[in-house]
């Protein structure tokens, strides 16, 4: 069960200039940073709120570091903006399975390691109405109590 | 203060496919519909879950009823997909006021009337790193409260 929007994935080119941005103009601050080498990315978490969830919402602010990879590809296409969007849930794996058992593209076979050493995995934009979404179950036992 | 990620907007050509796509993947359902003449869409905003600052956090499933609405001028360049992403504040006059003075475009003189009698302002997305950015003030005094 899909409990909350866990974060919202924006492609930049420069990722200290755009932390400075959302510090500057509404006062975010920045929670977690990490290189993730199998997405090509470097990448900082803002956490904006609480979730009823007992998980978090973040902007998560990404940059390529391989111009191979799949945000760099689509930079070069879109420029900067929303890249993706991730509902939070307590059993990616499962909801992953009956996401896909209703015709929706799954990306991957098993869920990868996304930030904070979350479980991942993405819902091809075709089968979602243009938006690239992500499913995400968070390593920290308080974001998984329902 | 923005203390909420409040929506993501989301254009789409057919609400009621778009609706049903959502209902039918994640079970996610319909918590209020509207038509919005000033913006020229009818939209369905579906709630995901509450924050920590006493308000929600949606999916604003947008379609334009207007050829010339900038929805409808989005859609056309860019297929459906993430059109803004919207932060939940207390005070989105005082909020506005002061990311202009930092610089940032802000769209509207004065806020207008957005979903569920909420206040809303647009920020430019060319001095936001690409995001279409709305700040929302709701209707609802539980939004208010910090």
């Known amino acids: 069960m899909l409990t909350r929007i866990d974060h919202i994935g924006i492609a930049c080119r420069d990722l200290e200039a755009t932390v400075d941005f959302y510090s500057r103009a509404y006062g975010f601050e920045v929670f977690h940073t ?21 998980g978090s919402s973040y902007l998560q602010l990404l940059e390529p570091i391989q111009e191979d990879s799949a945000v760099a590809k689509w930079l070069a296409k879109n420029g900067e903006g929303v890249h993706h969007i991730a509902f939070g849930t307590a059993d990616v794996d499962g909801d992953s399975e009956a996401i896909r058992d209703k015709g929706v593209r799954v990306l991957y076979d098993e869920p990868r390691r996304g930030s904070m050493d979350s479980r991942i995995t993405f819902l091809h934009p075709k089968d979602c109405h243009g938006v690239l979404t992500e499913l995400v179950t968070s390593a920290t036992p308080g974001d998984q109590e329902r």
């Open 34 to 54: 990490e290189v993730n080498q199998e997405q090509g990315v470097r990448e900082a978490m803002l956490r904006i709120n609480g979730t009823d969830d007992g």
